[in-house]
């Protein structure tokens, strides 16, 4: 295995170093609510990897297999992508749960 | 006329689909909230930063067949603005980006309103010194 095969989870790496402090800093409580957290991440799998293996198999995009770590799910779907779905709505909520920290906007779930 | 759908045309369904389950699926309606919108605007920006370096660097690539620009460059990175991209990537990887969100942010707000894991509430910042036990909601 090279090197080079960890850019893609070094391209998530980055996302997470970028946002995980916001559960200190700013008091996110994200990870202290992880049934909610898999709760949300699990539905989002279905479609976008449905829609990724669609548009693997159509040859709308495709991956450098010197820059992937080279294990793949059924559709040929890089597990690179499978964390990249995992990691974008972890830290989607992180930023929406920091803004409320910040500003104490309403977004819904208030009672 | 093509049978299979393109890019930029799933990434329209995609964002219908995600609005569609906002409004009235999950009823969360967080495209009419602020919170959701200023959210939105911080993720977009990382996210034009993170498709630069899936892009620039290659490690995806992309066919003409299926977006507005040309194919990826064999060798080189594509161009980092026109031809239908944004930051190397294509313009399509917004409405992807867009969807994606929406639907997570939803579902987490649907969940807490239903009221799982709906505590503790996040906040303050740790610069705050609020009194223990306040929770978000009462800064605007």
Same mark, same amino acid.
């Given at each position: 295995?090279?090197?080079?095969?960890?850019?893609?989870?070094?391209?998530?790496?980055?996302?997470?170093?970028?946002?995980?402090?916001?559960?200190?800093?700013?008091?996110?409580?994200?990870?202290? $609510? =992880? $049934? $909610?957290?898999? #709760?949300?991440?699990? =539905?989002?799998?279905?479609?976008?990897?449905?829609?990724?293996?669609?548009?693997?198999?159509?040859?709308?995009?495709?991956?450098?297999?010197?820059?992937? #770590?080279?294990?793949?799910?059924?559709?040929?779907? =890089?597990?690179?992508?499978?964390?990249?779905?995992?990691?974008? =709505?972890?830290?989607?909520?992180?930023?929406?749960?920091?803004?409320?920290?910040?500003?104490?906007?309403?977004?819904?779930?208030?009672? | 006329?093509?049978?299979?759908?393109?890019?930029?045309?799933?990434?329209?369904?995609?964002?219908?689909?995600?609005?569609?389950?906002?409004?009235?699926?999950?009823?969360?309606?967080?495209?009419?909230?602020?919170?959701?919108?200023?959210?939105?605007?911080?993720?977009?920006?990382?996210?034009?930063?993170?498709?630069?370096?899936?892009?620039?660097?290659? %490690?995806?690539?992309?066919?003409?067949?299926? %977006?507005?620009?040309?194919?990826?460059?064999?060798?080189?990175? &594509? &161009?980092?603005?026109?031809?239908?991209?944004?930051?190397?990537?294509?313009?399509?990887?917004?409405?992807?980006?867009?969807?994606?969100?929406?639907?997570?942010?939803?579902?987490?707000?649907?969940?807490?309103?239903?009221? %799982?894991?709906?505590?503790?509430?996040?906040? &303050?910042? %740790?610069?705050?010194?609020?009194?223990?036990?306040?929770?978000?909601?009462?800064?605007?």
């Amino acid at each position: 295995m090279q090197v080079s095969q960890f850019s893609y989870v070094a391209v998530l790496a980055f996302v997470i170093v970028g946002s995980i402090w916001l559960e200190v800093v700013l008091r996110t409580r994200v990870l202290v $609510r =992880p $049934r $909610r957290l898999t #709760l949300t991440i699990i =539905p989002v799998l279905a479609p976008f990897l449905l829609w990724d293996a669609y548009a693997i198999s159509q040859g709308h995009w495709w991956f450098d297999e010197s820059r992937i #770590l080279g294990l793949y799910l059924p559709g040929d779907i =890089p597990v690179d992508e499978l964390l990249f779905f995992i990691v974008i =709505p972890f830290a989607s909520v992180l930023t929406i749960e920091a803004v409320r920290s910040v500003k104490g906007w309403t977004v819904g779930d208030e009672s | 006329m093509r049978a299979d759908m393109s890019y930029t045309t799933i990434g329209v369904l995609a964002v219908v689909a995600a609005v569609v389950a906002d409004l009235l699926l999950f009823r969360t309606k967080l495209v009419t909230r602020k919170v959701f919108w200023v959210s939105y605007a911080i993720i977009v920006f990382f996210q034009l930063i993170t498709n630069g370096l899936f892009t620039g660097f290659q %490690i995806v690539k992309y066919s003409g067949d299926a %977006i507005i620009g040309s194919t990826s460059p064999v060798e080189t990175a &594509p &161009p980092f603005i026109g031809d239908g991209r944004i930051a190397f990537a294509p313009a399509e990887d917004l409405l992807f980006g867009f969807s994606l969100v929406l639907l997570s942010l939803s579902l987490w707000v649907f969940w807490g309103r239903r009221g %799982i894991d709906r505590t503790p509430m996040s906040g &303050p910042p %740790i610069w705050r010194k609020d009194s223990a036990g306040k929770q978000a909601g009462q800064f605007d």
